[in-house]
């Protein structure tokens, strides 16, 4: 919704400016909010590093928050906190709104089929081999566990 071919041209950091002013505008509150807590992580990190952040770093700032966030919404759910979790997933959604496209598991195989080939071998000692091959190829688009079991499941 957020990161299509139009605004592929802008930087993240100017969709999440743009979100907030239309948040703003509809008076979304809980939406405002959510973007309000990414631009404020990403500020934080732009004074611990004294300098701009590119779309990468930006992008590495969503990634940790929206995993921070799935793990919070796990906990509160097995806390039987669900008003809590409820508020976490909407959140998590105006999170992932700007994340790339999840890649899912039939397309994550055939990459590391393609990565074990190249290794050339098909034990489970050749993991990390195969994980350093597939990680650059997905970054950002694929979660590392999610990499991780169809590595295991390919390599048994």
């Known amino acids: 919704m957020i990161c299509s071919a139009a605004n592929s041209m802008t930087s993240l950091k100017q969709q999440l400016q743009t ?25 934080q990190v732009e004074i611990d590093t004294r300098g701009e952040l590119d779309d990468a770093a930006v992008l590495d700032i969503l990634q940790k928050e929206a995993k921070k966030l799935r793990e919070t919404v796990a906990e509160l759910e097995a806390a039987g906190r669900n008003d ?21 598991t039939e397309t994550l195989r055939p990459i590391v089929q393609a990565a074990i080939d190249e290794v050339g071998d098909h034990s489970p000692k050749a993991m990390g081999q195969v994980m350093r091959i597939v990680m650059p190829q997905v970054r950002g688009r694929a979660d590392g566990k999610q990499v991780n079991a169809i590595v295991r499941e390919l390599l048994s």
């Open 19 to 43: 979100a907030l002013r239309d948040a703003m505008r509809n008076k979304d509150h809980a939406r405002r909010n959510a973007i309000r807590l990414l631009n404020s992580a990403i500020k």
């Open 84 to 104: 809590d979790a409820e508020s976490g997933r909407f959140e998590l959604e105006v999170v992932e709104a700007f994340l790339p496209k999840q890649l899912d």
